[in-house]
């Protein structure tokens, strides 16, 4: 489920979190796709070093509270943690608007951040930069910075 637009508070969010030292790398990319297929908001990681120096990966998502049972049945199913870390959470988030502008290739969406009215925030959408990229045989930065020229 997407956040609304308008700019809002949730505070019904958790950060849950394990660490992992006995995990083979190729498993990871697979494990953070079946967390947002199940509706975690963020997936990341972090290299740490764990008792005895061991090098591992510390895990941490975000999700809405209700998606926190589902986390922890793919963290518990999918990884080789025995534990769970959680943590309440509270998430701002600016307003959002979506536009189209154009580049020689197409459009492109750009999303922006308004506080107030007022854009703080602007990113294009990577999925479609990307896709012009390889499309059109372009730098991926070209595209970027094709965007950038043509925003209001």
């Not at 107030?116 to 959408?125: I, L, Y």
Request: proline residues 9%.
């Amino acid at each position: 489920m997407k956040p609304p637009n308008a700019e809002h508070i949730d505070r019904d969010m958790i950060k849950m979190e394990v660490n992992l030292d006995d995990i083979p790398g190729e498993w990871l990319g697979y494990v953070m796709d079946c967390l947002f297929e199940a509706g975690a908001n963020d997936v990341f990681y972090t290299p740490i070093y764990m008792k005895k120096n061991r090098p591992g990966v510390l895990l941490q998502l975000l999700c809405p509270v209700g998606a926190a049972p589902e986390m922890e049945r793919i963290l518990f199913r999918e990884t080789t943690t025995l534990g769970v870390r959680y943590y309440p959470l509270t998430v701002h988030r600016l307003e959002r608007e979506f536009k189209q502008v154009e580049t020689p290739w197409g459009p492109v969406t750009v999303k922006y951040g308004l506080i107030e009215g007022k854009v703080v925030q602007r990113a294009p959408e990577y999925e479609e930069c990307r896709t012009i990229a390889e499309k059109f045989s372009v730098p991926l930065k070209e595209v970027y910075e094709k965007v950038w020229k043509s925003w209001p």
